[in-house]
């Protein structure tokens, strides 16, 4: 590390600066000094961070002072280069605050992205997260793995250069895992190139290389054992066709040896753990703890992991990459044979020999899972078989040498089984596609070095010296290219080459070549090994050293750290040598997948049954071909050769990629979740080559500038005169003021290159002049405030005088006052003593006057008193006695009219009983039966005619008798009466007397109880007056509780009223928000729906295309003439399936059949969720049309009404029944028993009756018909309102012809649809076949030129379908007359019935009784003519609808009939008048025609009416000079004519190629916003044409009454409204996609990065990785640039006449992606989290308000949309100390996710030194607070969402009959009507 000069030292080497020191706990400690450093100094005075003094000793040799710490400002940076001062502890402590500060685990150092492991899940890997990586610049963005990959999928599309991502680390430094995220990262950008889903086989490879090549270490739970290097195959269009897999140095000891804590091979114990599933059984497996090479480690289980889930997606990995079952079995029989192998137990028989127990359980169980023998097993584990050059014995092994035999066996079998598995993923990864170009990414192991090193160490570390030189040779090449580039002279930078210790290795007579030689001797070994090693490299290499007490070991300098490595095991696992005959015995095995396992056949069976292919692959492979005849000396290649060689090969792909490089670090070995253990950083940190990659950028100029960014950071540090317009020069002038060594900078092309510390040099001088500024600012704020203070004081001063002056001259007036007004007051109160002197005596002789003459008056009143009482007791008793005897009489007389009354009321009963029975009653109610029966009344008359007189008589005698007898009975009660009343009289005086005694004593009992009382009344009312006030005041405290309470209540009932509002509020919006969703569900599902077509459509042109000796077609003959007419569509259709048949051949089954199933899929729930969406708006519009209730109660009204006048009606009815039935009852009881005889007069008369009444009774009965039949009606009426004759069933014509791929679902098609135009409503006469021949004839005189293009071919194949349709149409014909016949035939029996069931009736009614039978021949008459007549009412009915619509037809041809006789008319002229009359030039005016709003074309005219205006249509020229939405207009008034003529066929044919030719022409310019906001707006136009002129009364509303005359008279429209509607959504969402790719580019640059205010923010030092500048420079777009193309947007919706609603919907998408797009930015980049940004940020977002304002759009919701951005804007701009600022963010930013504010948190970065950054516990402040929250942990917003748009309908004023059409528009065709 380069020193400071000591010129510089006293510069910066001062009091308060802050250093780093050494220390033996945390590496690096900062200090900071306490006094000013001089020359000459040898030690430095330091103050710790904990205020401990300390003195710093200086080298005496070397006099190196101390890394000096960077400005806080610094601390943090996403780059590490971008720190001024670049050492060791600089990087240590940015790495340390970023991971354990702000939680971030990605730093970049240079072109290195550090990647610290969590331990930890984050959320940040998401697939928001990638979409807002892909398309990024790798500096614009904070670093992460995406940026890397990002990175590297952009250089190969765009340098066409192969590219690698290497991944190294330590074990458990998660380098499996960055490597995994990469390659989804590959996955989710580019797709796949096929539907074969490569993407995920590739995916799906990381489970099952987990699987066999992880285990858990010590240090790491998922260690990979082995290196490898994915390539990712691209095409050219740079989509994943495939992938390639090269594995390096599988650890194959930890088959047979795991150390404590340790496990195997994930894939054992996930065999162990599943050992009870059926399929298993037969491996015979149990427990990881039952088998030796699984239970050595002591630790079976992981926590967190589930091993019977894990081997689950093995297996389903496995089955996706093509491996089936049966070979799945055959992997897992050859895992659980090697399990069985351990534990194969080997007894010791001798020193030198060993042998194996008969029937071992676990040897046999190893024999029949790999299909060998037991004898031949057992037999050459025991024994080997040695070979001379004469002859061949076989040697017994010891025990130990039998174990190491087995193990070795078992690791050759895993390797083996290893390489299978790796081999058939890549042949599943392969594809017949050519590969274009490739990224790799390789995963191997980083530098290790532990207590005892082996040959697996040694290999690492020579793999990673490899990997660190290529890593030194390109950041040396990037920074020569980078001075180059800006032409600066440079100079060697000196770097570390550990080329030397590469050849200490592989060179010749290196290490690796010793081991090979000493591999090769007979008796080769460790020891021997190591002397060789000693005597060769001691003396010669320093790099080579020997342990002091070791020899069986040797040391290496690497270039991370001295390693020791132990020379046991090296050769024996250099050779990895198997018994020979083992493997013979293996070979011969009846296991096939053994077999091939040990057979290196190129041919061997693939389990996915293809035969690999090389597909076009350029890739280089790392083993050599092996034939036959070198695979003996190909096996002799040791495990250090083949290794060397596939290093070798992988350093050629390396170098003919362009490298990324990943470092993953372990920041402890204890696993713990953001703990940070900085020796262990440290150490990795050496290791991986960062701090080599600080060194080698400390020795050039790290820091770079550009010029403007130099200029608007330190502009404070120049005066206006060193301001020039040329901002290199003043940035020139400036720096040789400030830096006066020119060695310090350098000036390139467009940056300024800085030393190392020269940024925290100006950053210092930046600081002082700022805070020099800031004093000066703060002084003159301060004696402001004091001469405000002091003017305050003064006068304050002023006025305590005015006010205390004007206090005393108050008091003064005051006593004045006083005085004055108490001579007053004597002067009054004499006077009114005397006056009470006075008036005490006046009132003493007036009460004397008053009590004398009050005494006199009470003697008169008591006199007068006595004689009144005496009279009134007189006048009372003489009352009373008159009282009673006029009771007495009274209730007499009552009596007796009552008796009267009742018998004359039981006699008017009688009577009304008689005549109710009577004829007269009856003929009262039924007036129209009066003349019919009256000869029956006469006769009843004069029966009852007697009976009355005799009545009358009897009454009358009654009458006179009753009244002489009450005569007499009243004079004798009054006789007694008087007799009674003179006893009484005599007993009264004697009593009255006596009575008036008894009252002379209780009057003088009573004036003393008086007396009593009124002295009681007197204490009472004392009593009662206390009590009173005492309740008054209870009463006025209840008042107030009452008041209190009733408020209290009025209180609640508002917070209930309210929270009911907020309630029914929260239930509407949550209604919206459903009915939103479901739109939003529906709309998406119209996109994919619409996406899919594209695709197929794309397909199939694409295979036309490139099909050979495909026939031309003209171009006027298009898909859509085949749904024109008859002759062309079945040839078109089967054309259409040819092509299909032809796409389908070309591509692959599967694919089509998956398209398919999709689709299909996709209708059914679009279909489905049509419905919903249907109901949904139901029901929203039924709780939003509450002024239609008062209608409906009054139709309710109406029709209830109705109902009960027909109940009356029937009711009326059945009294008549029972009138006539009771009538002939009487008859019957009254008559002679013969006058019955049906041969009798009465019988007659009788029978006249019962048939006049009948007829009365049909009478009734029509009439409750009709109004049953009015009732039904107008019901149906309420439900379907537009019950018209339709034109076709819409499902026959919905369907998209050339979709049909089958031939007989074509015919079934169009037989269905000649059967619907056949139907009733659609008959017409058939196509006649010479007519078609002459037209075909005349329209191609030419026949060579004719049958140019198969023309011929098509007319022939249309006169077949017109044969066919003839024949079918006679058919159809036969099947009518048959069915006629049949109908015929079913009535005729129908009338034999009824003819049987009369005779029946008649028999059974003979046999009846004479009044049973007249009953039942009433009943069955009334029945049949009840239903004869509801017949007749039917066909009524019918024939008044015929002859309504013959009217319409008549009034029409009348109409045409008149036209054109008035033409006529107005052309003939007079030949007399021609001849005889001179001709006079006279004006004429001319009759204005009645137009009807309707155009008029031909059908040959449709294509080219077609073409005219939408095809060839330029939307500029209409929106400018024409009408808006006058295509849409033209199309409806031509729509209206073919309604009009009643042409169903017309109707059809012209929507389908209007829906087909717009979706073609968005199609061919679907790019070009102004022609898609051009249709959007004239398909909203046309949709609501065809709603306001449906004849719906819903949208005839504001309809005028001519235009109510235009509404569509014979089709509803309705199923095509909703065709419509769906175009008009993908429109919509088309538009949404190009305005959104118009704006995207300009979001993050107009928004974020471009300084609308100038000079609020400053910029702050980059690293290598150069971020966009945030200076717009020339061609950077700015807000303005965001508002001018708004501006343009919304006038291009204007002009085509969008309709304003529409225009907010947009509107409201266009600022929700603005809002979304730079809010995920903002949460993505740490450079933009600062005070000065939210400024920014706010008034970029004011700045679109007021634009909203100035469009009149504030109320479309788009401003809310700015929601969460104007909330993190305020974040980053609020106090973030304290709990209320805690409190005050937390109710702030409700718009905002927990993630989203914790990670602004955490990213908030000062850009300035008086900023402070905000604490760990203030975050975890919020996060508490925040707990509570329910919300998606989501933290990107989702910008790919679309709002669900809505149509509201928007009726035109316009007339149709005003429109004009335009000549421009070649429409001269058009005929208006």
């Not at 039952?290 to 967190?304: A, E, H, K």
């Not at 000796?1109 to 040819?1138: A, C």
Request: glycine share 4%; net charge positive.
């Amino acid at each position: 590390m380069e020193r400071v000069t000591a010129m510089a030292a006293s510069e910066l080497y001062t009091k308060r600066a802050r250093v780093w020191i050494p220390d033996a706990e945390e590496v690096w400690k900062s200090a900071e000094l306490t006094k000013d450093y001089k020359d000459g100094d040898t030690a430095l005075q330091l103050i710790l961070e904990d205020v401990t003094s300390i003195e710093h000793k200086l080298d005496p040799k070397t006099k190196n002072l101390p890394h000096l710490r960077n400005p806080d400002i610094l601390v943090g940076e996403n780059d590490l280069t971008a720190l001024s001062y670049l050492h060791e502890p600089a990087v240590l402590h940015n790495l340390k605050v970023r991971f354990m500060d702000s939680k971030l685990i990605y730093t970049y150092c240079g072109i290195v992205l550090v990647a610290i492991n969590p331990y930890e899940t984050l959320p940040i890997y998401g697939t928001d997260i990638i979409s807002a990586y892909s398309g990024q610049n790798m500096g614009d963005m904070d670093p992460h793995i995406f940026a890397v990959a990002e990175e590297a999928y952009k250089q190969m599309a765009r340098d066409e250069r192969n590219q690698s991502i290497i991944v190294s680390g330590e074990s458990g430094a998660g380098k499996t895992v960055s490597a995994k995220y990469a390659m989804r990262y590959f996955a989710t950008v580019s797709g796949s190139a096929s539907e074969t889903n490569v993407e995920e086989k590739v995916l799906a490879s990381n489970p099952i290389m987990e699987a066999i090549g992880n285990a858990k270490t010590t240090r790491n739970d998922n260690s990979s054992r082995f290196g490898k290097y994915i390539e990712i195959g691209f095409d050219n269009r740079y989509r994943i066709i495939g992938a390639h897999m090269r594995t390096y140095l599988l650890e194959k000891s930890r088959v047979v040896f795991q150390a404590d804590e340790e496990r195997n091979y994930h894939i054992f114990y996930q065999l162990c753990a599943s050992a009870d599933l059926p399929e298993f059984k037969i491996l015979r497996l149990s427990s990881a703890n039952d088998f030796l090479y699984t239970r050595q480690g002591r630790s079976p289980v992981i926590d967190g992991v589930d091993d019977t889930k894990e081997l689950c997606i093995t297996r389903k990995a496995f089955t996706l990459l093509g491996i089936n079952d049966s070979y799945q079995m055959g992997l897992f029989q050859v895992l659980a044979a090697i399990l069985h192998l351990g534990n194969v137990d080997i007894k010791e028989r001798d020193s030198d020999s060993c042998i194996i127990p008969p029937n071992n359980r676990h040897l046999t169980a190893f024999c029949e899972l790999v299909g060998v023998t037991y004898q031949d097993m057992s037999q050459w584990l025991c024994h080997r078989k040695l070979k001379t050059a004469t002859e061949t014995y076989v040697k017994t092994l010891s025990r130990l040498q039998a174990t190491n035999s087995r193990d070795a066996l078992s690791k050759h079998i895993y390797a083996k089984l290893f390489n299978w598995i790796v081999e058939h993923v890549n042949k599943a990864l392969i594809t017949n596609i050519k590969q274009h170009s490739f990224i790799g990414v390789l995963d191997i192991y980083g530098f290790e070095t532990f207590e005892i090193n082996s040959f697996e160490q040694f290999c690492i570390n020579y793999a990673n010296e490899k990997l660190q030189q290529q890593f030194n040779m390109h950041v040396f090449k990037l920074e020569q290219e980078e001075y180059m580039k800006e032409q600066i002279p440079w100079t060697l930078i000196d770097f570390y080459d550990n080329q030397p210790c590469i050849n200490l290795i592989e060179a010749k007579m290196g290490i690796l070549d010793l081991l090979d030689e000493e591999c090769k001797m007979p008796k080769g070994s460790d020891d021997s090994w190591a002397q060789k090693l000693y005597n060769t490299h001691l003396k010669t290499c320093n790099l080579f050293e020997k342990p002091r007490m070791s020899n069986r070991a040797f040391i290496i300098q690497h270039f991370a750290d001295k390693v020791e490595y132990q020379c046991d095991g090296f050769l024996e696992k250099n050779k990895d040598t198997v018994n020979e005959e083992q493997i013979n015995v293996l070979k011969a095995s009846k296991f096939d997948l053994l077999v091939e396992l040990f057979h290196d056949e190129e041919k061997a069976i693939s389990p996915t049954g293809q035969v690999p292919g090389t597909g076009g692959r350029t890739r280089l492979s790392i083993k050599p071909d092996k034939s036959r005849d070198k695979s003996s000396k190909e096996h002799k290649k040791t495990v250090g050769c083949q290794f060397r060689n596939s290093l070798q090969m992988l350093m050629e792909t390396l170098n003919a990629t362009t490298p990324h490089y990943v470092r993953c670090i372990k920041p402890n070995d204890f696993k713990m979740a953001f703990s940070f253990d900085p020796k262990r950083a440290v150490q990795q940190l050496r290791a991986c080559g960062v701090l080599e990659t600080i060194r080698i950028s400390a020795a050039g100029f790290p820091s770079r500038w550009t010029y403007q960014e130099f200029f608007s950071r330190y502009r404070v540090l120049m005066v206006q005169k060193d301001v020039l317009p040329d901002k290199k020069l003043t940035c020139k002038n400036v720096l040789e003021k400030l830096v006066q060594d020119q060695d310090k900078y350098q000036f390139g092309k467009t940056k300024i290159f800085f030393r190392a510390g020269q940024v925290a040099y100006l950053e210092k001088l930046r600081a002082d002049k700022l805070r020099v500024a800031c004093i000066r600012i703060q002084k003159t704020i301060r004696c402001w405030l004091a001469r405000k203070k002091y003017l305050r004081q003064r006068s304050a001063a002023i006025t305590i005088q005015r006010f205390t002056r004007g206090y005393q001259a108050r008091c003064l007036a005051k006593f004045m006052r006083r005085t004055q007004a108490a001579t007053m007051i004597q002067k009054y109160q004499r006077m009114c003593v005397e006056r009470k002197r006075y008036r005490k005596k006046q009132a003493a002789a007036l009460a004397l006057q008053k009590i004398l003459r009050a005494y006199q008056a009470r003697q008169k009143y008591q006199t007068l008193l006595r004689e009144s009482k005496s009279v009134i007791i007189q006048r009372h008793v003489r009352g009373w006695l008159a009282r009673c005897w006029y009771k007495r009489c009274l209730v007499s007389i009552v009596y007796l009219q009552c008796c009267i009354r009742r018998m004359r009321a039981r006699r008017e009963l009688k009577k009304l009983k008689i005549e109710a029975r009577s004829v007269e009653h009856f003929k009262k109610l039924n007036r129209g039966m009066e003349n019919k029966i009256m000869q029956l009344q006469r006769k009843i008359d004069e029966q009852h005619k007697d009976n009355r007189l005799m009545s009358d008589k009897l009454n009358s005698l009654e009458t006179s008798y009753t009244t002489e007898s009450e005569r007499m009975r009243a004079e004798l009660t009054r006789l007694r009466g008087a007799e009674e009343d003179a006893k009484n009289k005599g007993n009264q005086v004697s009593s009255l007397q006596e009575e008036l005694e008894r009252l002379r004593k209780e009057l003088s009992t009573t004036q003393q109880e008086k007396k009593n009382i009124e002295d009681w009344t007197q204490a009472y009312k004392d009593k009662m007056e206390k009590m009173v006030s005492e309740l008054k005041e209870q009463n006025g405290l209840l008042k107030t509780e009452k008041n209190d309470l009733n408020r209290l209540i009025q209180e609640q009932s508002q917070q209930m009223n309210e929270k009911m509002v907020r309630a029914i509020a929260q239930e509407t919006q949550q209604l919206e928000t459903d009915l939103n969703e479901e739109r939003s569900r529906y709309q998406n599902l119209l996109t994919e729906h619409l996406r899919l077509e594209e695709k197929y459509d794309d397909l199939k042109e694409e295979m036309r295309g490139s099909k050979p000796g495909h026939r031309r077609r003209d171009s006027t003959h298009s898909s859509n003439e085949s749904e024109y007419t008859y002759n062309s569509e079945y040839t078109d259709l089967e054309e259409g399936s040819r092509a299909v048949e032809d796409v389908t051949r070309g591509i692959d089954t599967s694919l089509t059949l998956k398209l398919q199933k999709r689709l299909t899929e996709l209708e059914q729930e679009k279909q489905s969720l049509r419905n919903e969406l249907e109901n949904k708006d139901e029901q929203f519009q039924r709780a939003r049309a509450r002024d239609n209730v008062e209608f409906k109660k009054a139709r309710g009204a109406e029709l209830e009404y109705e109902s009960l006048k027909r109940q009356e009606l029937e009711s009326e009815n059945k009294k008549l029944k029972h009138d006539l039935a009771a009538m002939r009852k009487s008859l019957l009881g009254d008559a002679a028993t013969g006058a019955g005889a049906p041969g009798s007069p009465a019988y007659k008369v009788l029978l006249d009756q019962l048939n006049s009444s009948c007829e009365e009774l049909e009478v009734r009965k029509e009439e409750v018909l009709i109004l049953r039949s009015q009732l039904v009606s107008q019901k149906e009426a309420m439900h379907h309102k537009d019950e018209k004759e339709t034109m076709t069933e819409p499902s026959v014509y919905a369907d998209d012809v050339s979709k049909l791929k089958d031939t007989d679902e074509i015919k079934q098609a169009y037989v269905g649809l000649k059967d619907t135009n056949r139907s009733p409503r659609f008959m017409r006469q058939p196509l006649d076949v010479g007519d078609l021949l002459s037209r075909l004839r005349s329209a191609a005189p030419d026949f060579h030129k004719l049958n140019e293009d198969g023309e011929l071919w098509l007319v022939n194949q249309g006169l077949k379908e017109t044969v066919r349709l003839l024949e079918h149409q006679l058919q159809t014909q036969r099947r009518t007359h048959d069915s006629e016949v049949e109908t015929l035939r079913g009535e005729l029996q129908n009338v034999k019935e009824e003819n049987n069931r009369q005779q029946q009736l008649l028999a059974q009614n003979l046999q009846l009784p004479p009044e049973a039978r007249i009953e039942a021949s009433l009943q069955h008459e009334i029945t049949r003519l009840t239903n004869e007549n509801l017949d007749l009412m039917e066909q009524l009915e019918k024939q008044d609808r015929t002859i309504r619509k013959l009217k319409k037809q008549l009034k029409v041809y009348s109409k045409r009939i008149g036209e054109m006789g008035a033409g006529q008319t107005e052309g003939q002229t007079s030949p007399g008048q021609m001849v005889d009359e001179p001709i006079h030039p006279v004006n004429i005016p001319r009759r204005e025609k009645d137009f009807q709003g309707m155009l008029e074309y031909k059908k040959e005219d449709e294509l080219k009416l077609v073409k005219n205006l939408i095809l060839e249509l330029k939307p500029r020229g209409v929106a400018v000079n024409l009408i808006p939405g006058l295509p849409a207009y033209i199309l409806f008034m031509c729509l209206r004519h073919a309604d009009y003529v009643n042409d169903d066929q017309k109707v059809r044919t012209l929507l389908t190629s209007t829906i087909n030719s717009i979706k073609k022409i968005l199609k061919k310019r679907g790019d070009d916003v102004e022609t898609v906001s051009f249709w959007l707006a004239n398909t909203c136009r046309f949709l609501h044409c065809l709603k306001q002129y449906s004849g719906d009364e819903a949208f005839m509303k504001h309809n005028t009454s001519r235009q109510n005359e235009h509404c569509l008279s014979n089709f509803d429209l309705a199923e095509y409204r909703q065709v419509i509607s769906d175009l008009a959504i993908q429109i919509y969402q088309q538009l949404i996609k190009c305005m959104e790719n118009i704006l995207w580019p300009m979001i993050v640059s107009g928004m974020l990065e471009h300084e609308t205010i100038q000079g609020v923010s400053g910029v702050k030092p980059t690293g290598l990785r150069k971020r966009t500048s945030s200076i717009a420079d020339e061609g950077t777009y700015t807000l303005d640039s965001i508002i001018r193309q708004l501006n343009a947007f919304h006038s291009t919706m204007c002009q085509h006449g969008t309709d304003p609603e529409l225009i907010k919907q947009v509107v409201k998408q266009q600022f929700y992606i603005i809002g979304a797009v730079t809010l995920n930015n903002l949460l993505l980049r740490k450079d933009m989290c600062s005070w000065s940004k939210g400024m920014q940020i706010r008034y970029n977002v004011s700045q679109l308000e007021e634009w909203l304002r100035d469009k009149g759009l504030m109320v479309c919701g788009a401003k809310e949309t700015l929601e969460p951005l104007i909330q993190a804007a305020q974040l980053l701009q609020v106090k973030k100390k304290t709990d209320e600022d805690a409190e005050a963010i937390c109710s702030m930013c409700q718009g905002l996710t927990t993630a989203q504010i914790v990670k602004v948190l955490n990213l908030y970065t000062p850009v300035n030194e008086f900023e402070e950054r905000v604490s760990v516990a203030f975050i975890r402040t919020i996060q508490t607070r925040l707990r509570d929250r329910c919300e998606s942990p989501q933290l990107l917003m989702d910008t790919k969402m679309i709002y669900p748009v809505t149509f509201p309908f928007s009726p035109s004023s316009l007339a149709l009959e005003t429109i004009q059409i335009p000549s421009s528009l070649n429409l001269a065709f058009l005929t208006r009507v």
